[in-house]
């Protein structure tokens, strides 16, 4: 069980990195879920709010 562990704690930065291209991922296809069923005259709204969030991010 501890060199279980001992594999864990030394592969961390391997697991927090697959934990952020996870989540980019899921961004992503929610980006394209939500652009693909929106009516074409709601797409420029979705587009707007995803700019506006990436803008927040950025300030950060």
Do not use: C, N
């Not at 394209?32 to 797409?43: K, Q, S, Y």
């Amino acid at each position: 069980m501890w060199a279980v562990m001992q594999e864990l704690a030394i592969s961390g930065p391997y697991v927090l990195l697959a934990f952020v291209v996870l989540l980019t991922v899921m961004m992503l296809s929610a980006l394209v879920i939500a652009l693909r069923d929106a009516e074409p005259g709601h797409r420029p709204e979705i587009i707007r709010a995803l700019a506006e969030l990436m803008s927040f991010w950025k300030r950060r």
